[in-house]
């Protein structure tokens, strides 16, 4: 049921993503306590094989990667990664993307999904957004996020402002911030805004009530699991409910993002 759940939110998240240039009528809600369940013929969860102590595994360089980083994520340590990659040099400070490598991995049990929910390129406020035009987005929907104002950045800001603001502060992806909001709160399809302060889930009464602290906290915990996985400092976490998360050491920095995000508000049972 775990898997189900995470699934279930991915899916969700990608479906609003992928229709973020899409006409409303497109979008459709989803309850964020609602998991799909999975059928009998579904595939089962894919595990990694438990690796010998050491043993070579083939790894393509992602954008960002480091030599520490990826020592943290396969469990090893970055001298052995250097020895068994000696066309490295051993003062490269960020690995070239698409440059192939054999890591001497180290086995942990309980790595998650291999699953990745979307490209790290689509997670940061960069050029794959420079087109989306936000206010005219959140206008086109019924929701109450396009009647939402709040005090942000030293003045009143509409929903779609704040979404901005928040987005270019944090370089995060203005879709994702979207997709969050509607998945957590129906920020786009729902009339009526939620009548808790604390629209993401994160109860902390001192400072983070209402919408724009709420996706203030968002944006920072995404870029916590995304750059601290980046970095290699957060290679496992645990759920609300107890149970630890320890995400598969060829897995993307935005997934993981993703993953440490909804790990701080959504039980994984």
Same mark, same amino acid.
């Given at each position: 049921?775990?898997?189900?759940?995470?699934?279930? *939110?991915?899916?969700?998240?990608? =479906?609003?993503?992928?229709?973020?240039?899409?006409?409303? &009528?497109?979008?459709?809600?989803? !309850? /964020?306590?609602?998991?799909?369940?999975?059928?009998?013929?579904?595939?089962?969860?894919?595990?990694?094989?438990?690796?010998?102590?050491?043993?070579?595994?083939?790894?393509?360089?992602?954008?960002?990667?480091?030599?520490?980083?990826?020592?943290?994520?396969?469990?090893?340590?970055?001298?052995?990664?250097?020895?068994?990659?000696?066309?490295?040099?051993?003062?490269?400070?960020?690995?070239?993307?698409?440059?192939?490598?054999?890591?001497?991995?180290?086995?942990?049990?309980?790595?998650?999904?291999?699953?990745? *929910?979307?490209?790290?390129?689509? =997670?940061?406020?960069?050029?794959?957004?420079?087109?989306? &035009?936000?206010?005219?987005?959140? !206008? /086109?929907?019924?929701?109450?996020?396009?009647?939402?104002?709040?005090?942000?950045?030293?003045?009143?800001?509409?929903?779609?402002?704040?979404?901005?603001?928040?987005?270019?502060?944090?370089?995060?992806?203005?879709?994702?911030?979207?997709?969050?909001?509607?998945?957590?709160?129906?920020?786009?399809?729902?009339?009526?805004?939620?009548?808790?302060?604390?629209?993401?889930?994160?109860?902390?009464?001192?400072?983070?009530?209402?919408?724009?602290?709420?996706?203030?906290?968002?944006?920072?915990?995404?870029?916590?699991?995304?750059?601290?996985?980046?970095?290699?400092?957060?290679?496992?976490?645990?759920?609300? &409910?107890?149970?630890?998360?320890?995400?598969?050491?060829?897995?993307?920095?935005?997934?993981?993002?993703?993953?440490?995000?909804?790990?701080?508000?959504?039980?994984?049972?």
């Amino acid at each position: 049921m775990k898997h189900a759940l995470q699934y279930g *939110i991915y899916t969700a998240l990608i =479906f609003l993503l992928l229709v973020g240039c899409a006409p409303p &009528d497109a979008l459709i809600q989803f !309850d /964020a306590t609602a998991a799909p369940t999975p059928e009998a013929t579904s595939t089962p969860y894919i595990t990694r094989p438990k690796f010998d102590p050491g043993e070579l595994v083939e790894y393509v360089a992602q954008t960002g990667d480091t030599i520490s980083g990826l020592a943290g994520r396969f469990n090893t340590s970055a001298e052995e990664i250097l020895v068994n990659n000696p066309v490295i040099p051993h003062n490269v400070s960020v690995l070239p993307p698409g440059m192939p490598m054999q890591i001497p991995i180290y086995y942990l049990p309980l790595w998650g999904s291999q699953f990745q *929910i979307m490209p790290d390129s689509a =997670f940061v406020n960069g050029p794959a957004g420079i087109d989306f &035009d936000i206010q005219s987005y959140v !206008d /086109a929907y019924p929701g109450w996020l396009k009647e939402h104002r709040d005090y942000a950045g030293g003045e009143n800001r509409s929903g779609a402002e704040i979404v901005s603001y928040v987005a270019t502060n944090f370089s995060v992806s203005p879709r994702l911030l979207l997709a969050i909001l509607e998945y957590q709160s129906g920020a786009l399809t729902k009339m009526e805004e939620p009548e808790t302060p604390y629209t993401l889930g994160y109860i902390e009464p001192i400072s983070h009530q209402g919408m724009y602290l709420q996706l203030i906290w968002a944006a920072n915990t995404l870029n916590n699991g995304y750059y601290g996985w980046r970095g290699g400092s957060l290679t496992e976490f645990d759920r609300t &409910d107890g149970s630890l998360e320890r995400p598969d050491p060829w897995q993307n920095a935005a997934s993981v993002g993703i993953q440490y995000y909804f790990s701080r508000t959504l039980s994984g049972s």
